[in-house]
C-alpha cells in the first residue's frame, strides 16, 4: 500500500500554527502598546501656593481633561524631590519673565516630552519662552535613557532562547541536573548584560554590580519558569515563552513608555511584571538615588520564585510519569519535540 503523504503535512501545519500565533501576538501587542502614545493621568506640578497658582492649575487641568493629573508644589525645591521620587514627570514654574518647566528625562524620555508638550503652549499663550531644565538626565552615552530597555531585550533574548537549549540538549537529564545549568545559564547572561552596559556601551557609569545583579535575578526568573512549563507544554513552550517575556513583558517594562503614556492594561502589568521590575529597579538604581529600589528587587524574587516552585512541581510530575510511562519512548519523544522547539526559538525575531 502506497504511503499517503497526509501524515507529514498535518505535522508540520500543526507545527505552523506557533510562528503564525507570534506573528498575530507580536503584532497586537507591540502596536497596541507603542504605536500611538497618549498620556493618561501624566502626574505634573505647577509650583506656586498663592491663589493664583492654584487658579492657573485648575485652568491646565481643564484644558487637559484626562491628559494630565495637575496638582501644586510649595517651592522649586519640592518639584525637583518629586521629579527624583518619580512622583511626577514634569513641573512648570511661573514666571513673568522666564517660565521654566522641570523635567527628569532618566525617568522617561517619551513622559518629558510629553510634559514639554502640554506646557510649551502654555507659555507661548502668555507671550514667553519656556525654558527647560532637566533635573535628572541619562548619561551622555545613552542620551534617550532607552538603552535599559535594549539591555532588557538582549538579557531576555539569552534567558528564553536558552530555554529551548536545555529542553532539547536536556531532555535526557534529571531535572536537577538541568536546574543546574538553569543557575549556570543565568549568571552567563547576567555577566554578559553587565559587560553590554558597563564597558561595552557604558550606559552604567557607576553600580555595575548593582546592575549585574539584578540581570542574574532576572534572567534566574525566566529560565526556571521556563524550564518547569516545558514538562508541561512541550512544543508549546516557544510560543508560552514569547507571550510571558516578549509580548507582555517589553510593552509593560517602562522602558520605551511609562504607564502614564499607556492603556491601563499595560500600566496595570507594569506594577508587577517583571521585566518592569528589571527596568524600574536599574534605573533607580542608577539615576535616582536607589528610590523604589526594594519593591523592584522583590518583584524579581517573586517571578525567580514562582520560577522555583514550578520547576519542583515539574520535576515532580517527571518522577510520576518515568513511573508508569517506558523510559525510552518518553525520552525520545521529549527530545523530538525540544529539537523542534529550539529550531523554532533560534528562528525567531524581537
Known sequence: MTATPHGPLRHVLIHLVTPLLMCLGMGLAY?????????????????????????????VADGAGDALDVRTLGSRAEAVDALKSLDISGAYVPDAKSPELLVASAGSDMSALATEKAFTPVAAAQGMPLKITDVAAPVDDDPTGQGLFFLLVAVSIGSYASVAALGAAGAGLRMRTRAALAAGVSFAVSLIGAALAGPVFHLAHHGL????????????????????????LKRWTTLAMMVLFVMLNFTSS?????????????????????????????????????????????????????????????????????????????????????????????????
Open 31 to 59: 502596536m497596541s502598546a507603542f504605536v500611538t502614545p497618549e498620556p493618561h493621568d501624566l502626574p505634573v506640578a505647577v509650583v506656586g501656593t498663592d491663589a493664583r497658582a492654584h487658579a492657573f492649575a485648575r485652568s
Open 209 to 232: 554590580a548593582g546592575v549585574w545583579a539584578m540581570a542574574w535575578l532576572y534572567s534566574a526568573g525566566i529560565l526556571f519558569i521556563g524550564l518547569g512549563l516545558h514538562t508541561f
Open 254 to 350: 517602562g522602558g520605551l513608555f511609562r504607564p502614564e503614556l499607556q492603556n491601563g492594561f499595560y500600566g496595570s502589568l507594569h506594577s508587577f511584571w517583571n521585566g518592569a521590575g528589571f527596568v524600574e529597579g536599574v534605573r533607580g538604581h542608577l539615576y535616582f538615588a536607589g528610590h523604589d529600589l526594594a519593591r523592584s528587587v522583590w518583584t524579581l524574587l517573586a517571578w525567580l520564585t514562582a520560577g522555583l516552585v514550578l520547576t519542583a512541581v515539574a520535576a515532580l510530575t517527571e518522577r510520576r510519569r518515568a513511573a508508569v510511562d517506558t523510559p525510552g519512548d518518553a525520552v525520545e519523544e521529549e527530545t523530538d519535540e525540544a529539537g523542534e522547539e529550539e529550531e523554532m526559538e533560534e528562528s525567531v525575531g524581537v
